[in-house]
Nanobody
Framework: QVQLVESGGGLVQAGGSLRLSCVAS????????VGWFRQAPGKEREFVAT????????RYADSVKGRFTISRDNAKNTGYLQMNSLKPEDTAVYYC???????????????????WGQGTQVTVSS
C-alpha cells in the first residue's frame, strides 16, 4: 500500500552529476528505512545506498563510496540520491525502496525491502 515514485534520471556525461528523488505516499515515510538499488541490462538488481529512518546512519556500496550521497527529508516524504563523478558503469535503472521493519539500521539486501518504486533510468556517456 506504499507507493514510491523516483525521478531525476537522465543522460549525463561521465564526470557529471544527477540527483534522484524518491517521493513516498502516506504519512509513514519517517518510520521507514530507505534504500537505493540499481539494475543494469542483463544483471541482477544491486545495492547502492541506504539510510535509516532518522537519517543518522548510512551505508554505501563500495563502487559508489565517495561519489554518491544518500539523504532524506521526512517532512517532505522524500528521499534523495546525489550522484557525483558519474561513470559509464553507473548506467542502470535506479530504484528506490522502503521498509517499515528494522528501521533504525540501514539495510543493504533486496529482501529487506517490501516496497519499491518503478525505477528511473540513468545513462552515463563516455
Amino acid at each position: 500500500q506504499v507507493q514510491l515514485v523516483e525521478s531525476g534520471g537522465g543522460l549525463v556525461q561521465a564526470g557529471g552529476s544527477l540527483r534522484l528523488s524518491c517521493v513516498a505516499s502516506g504519512r509513514t515515510f519517517s518510520y521507514s528505512v530507505v534504500g537505493w538499488f540499481r539494475q543494469a541490462p542483463g544483471k541482477e538488481r544491486e545495492f547502492v545506498a541506504t539510510i535509516n529512518y532518522s537519517g543518522s546512519r548510512t551505508r554505501y556500496a563500495d563502487s559508489v563510496k565517495g561519489r554518491f550521497t544518500i539523504s532524506r527529508d521526512n517532512a517532505k516524504n522524500t528521499g534523495y540520491l546525489q550522484m557525483n563523478s558519474l561513470k559509464p558503469e553507473d548506467t542502470a535503472v535506479y530504484y528506490c525502496a522502503a521498509d517499515a521493519s528494522g528501521i533504525n539500521l540501514p539495510r543493504t539486501r533486496r529482501d529487506d525491502y517490501a516496497y519499491w518504486g518503478q525505477g528511473t533510468q540513468v545513462t552515463v556517456s563516455s
